[in-house]
């Protein structure tokens, strides 16, 4: 079995293809290829013996003051001389970008080489998750912003949207958000069993997709206590009608502590069949 990996090139391909329309321009291929080849290398290596992680934006100081942001969203702070843009520069300076808040500013030199010119201060914090608890709502500057999360690790945003993810050589697209969506949608079964309806008659649109951002939002909410809590884990996904089979004794899924619903079932089924309910008294949504 073969695998595909992706080098600075491909990243700056794929990153070209996926950019927002209506997003400024990334710039050339071989430019870009320059920043993320940095980038990973920087990933690889380790500053006072912790693995580097950093976040950087791709911009000129005229193209983030031009922007229009409050004085609370973000401020700038330019080096009295610009540093080279290489991963042992990056090294160095990555203990003071490891905080979501602060980004190293990249910009290319009228000479054609890139350069650090600054860096920009911002209560936004990238590397948040749908949900997180404490979200912060300031404004993200419109660019090109690469967080470094570890080894081979780089996610590339645009302002507060995510384009693409390289974790262990491999793209993946937005990253874990992706996969809820594709999950919630079309699950005619699940959707029906949680709202506690019976027969082949489908839900009403506003009902469906009710269930469906119910769903999306549970698993949201699961993953990012998950990640918060830094202990890892493990989320698995099952179609409703099959949870009995596969947990039973001698199943393919053996829970260490089973839990089994101390009163008339789950409390989730019974929060969402009591909003189904309720929104079946409403003109808007009945059928």
């Not at 193209?63 to 160095?92: G, I, K």
Request: aromatic fraction near 8%; hydrophobic fraction near 45%.
């Amino acid at each position: 079995m073969t695998s595909t990996h992706y080098y600075p090139s491909d990243l700056a391909a794929a990153l070209h293809q996926r950019w927002p329309a209506e997003a400024l321009p990334l710039p050339a291929t071989d430019v870009l290829t320059q920043l993320i080849s940095a980038l990973y290398q920087a990933s690889l290596l380790f500053e006072e013996g912790r693995a580097v992680e950093c976040h950087v934006v791709w911009a000129t100081q005229a193209q983030l003051e031009a922007q229009p942001v409050t004085l609370l969203d973000f401020h700038l702070a330019r080096f009295a001389a610009p540093r080279a843009w290489n991963e042992q520069e990056l090294r160095r300076l990555s203990p003071a970008v490891q905080h979501p808040s602060s980004l190293l500013t990249v910009e290319q030199a009228p000479g054609g080489q890139l350069q650090v010119w600054g860096m920009l201060f911002s209560e936004h914090e990238w590397d948040q998750v749908l949900d997180s608890p404490g979200r912060v709502q300031l404004a993200a500057p419109q660019a090109l912003l690469v967080q470094v999360s570890g080894p081979g690790s780089l996610i590339f945003y645009y302002g507060a949207r995510r384009v693409l993810t390289l974790q262990r050589g491999r793209i993946d697209g937005h990253g874990f958000l992706q996969f809820p969506m594709a999950w919630g949608e079309g699950r005619f079964v699940e959707n029906h069993l949680l709202a506690g309806l019976l027969g082949n008659a489908p839900l009403p649109a506003a009902q469906e997709e009710l269930m469906v951002q119910l769903v999306l939002h549970m698993q949201r909410r699961a993953l990012t206590r998950l990640r918060a809590s830094g202990h890892g884990g493990l989320v698995v996904l099952v179609p409703t009608d099959r949870v009995a089979a596969l947990t039973a004794p001698g199943g393919v899924l053996r829970p260490k502590y089973r839990l089994v619903p101390a009163g008339a079932g789950p409390r989730y089924r019974a929060v969402v069949q009591a909003l189904v309910r309720r929104l079946g008294l409403l003109p808007k949504f009945a059928r």
